[in-house]
T-cell receptor
Framework: DTGVSQNPRHKITKRGQNVTFRCDPI?????LYWYRQTLGQGPEFLTY????????KSRLLSDRFSAERPKGSFSTLEIQRTEQGDSAMYLC?????????????FGNGTRLTVT | GQQLNQSPQSMFIQEGEDVSMNCTSS?????WLWYKQDPGEGPVLLIA?????ELTSNGRLTAQFGITRKDSFLNISASIPSDVGIYFC??????????????FGKGTKLSVKP
């Protein structure tokens, strides 16, 4: 069990560019979550996958954001036409559907800075 | 909507001191979770509480699920330097969605007294 892995750890981009982040969950976990965390705040839920199906999306996930989990394993989060307000830490978490009250295991995040 | 209010926002600790922080809400939560986040890392689950009145310990940490289901506290006994970090309370959003769709408080930041 190597934990939840996120890449890259840091990303600096210019406003208007597209960025993509990757998350590799714990291998036996079929539930995957994306959260966003801004400075001085707790994480905020963005979206949830059960296997390859995207079952929940927050209103925070504007139409510039898209997430995929094509084979039910790793996931990608893409932000198109980035804005300065997108600067944040993007956290991925996973859990197991087969375990009651399975806790979320978070990765160490991708810190995005939009200049 | 549901919100979690944590207090204090920040506190300074001296090694060996006991620490207490709490989390309140105007809404009922059926699960209370306490996470710790170190700089540059993701949150790590410390304690999970599933039943009103439940008191659970994890080493030097003790947390309680309030009887009203609207509050929880976390105590750290005999603090050590590695306790420094940000502590978050969290609970599942109540509308019946995924248990992993969590609401987090804004955190209590623990620092070492200069």
């Amino acid at each position: 069990d190597t934990g939840v892995s996120q890449n890259p750890r840091h990303k600096i981009t210019k406003r208007g560019q597209n960025v993509t982040f990757r998350c590799d969950p714990i291998s036996e976990h079929n539930r995957l979550y994306w959260y966003r965390q801004t400075l001085g705040q707790g994480p905020e839920f963005l979206t949830y996958f059960q296997n390859e199906a995207q079952l929940e999306k927050s209103r925070l996930l504007s139409d510039r954001f898209s997430a995929e989990r094509p084979k039910g394993s790793f996931s990608t989060l893409e932000i198109q036409r980035t804005e300065q307000g997108d600067s944040a830490m993007y956290l991925c978490a996973s859990s197991s559907m087969g375990v009651t009250n399975s806790p979320l295991h978070f990765g160490n995040g991708t810190r995005l800075t939009v200049t | 909507g549901q919100q979690l209010n944590q207090s204090p926002q920040s506190m300074f600790i001296q090694e060996g001191e006991d620490v207490s922080m709490n989390c309140t809400s105007s809404s009922i939560f059926n699960t209370w979770l306490w996470y710790k986040q170190d700089p540059g890392e993701g949150p790590v689950l410390l304690i999970a509480l599933y039943k009103a009145g439940e008191l659970t310990s994890n080493g030097r940490l003790t947390a309680q699920f309030g009887i009203t289901r609207k509050d929880s506290f976390l105590n750290i006994s005999a603090s050590i330097p590695s306790d420094v970090g940000i502590y978050f309370c969290a609970g599942p959003r109540e509308y019946g969605g995924s248990q992993g769709n969590l609401i987090f408080g804004k955190g209590t930041k623990l620092s070492v007294k200069p």
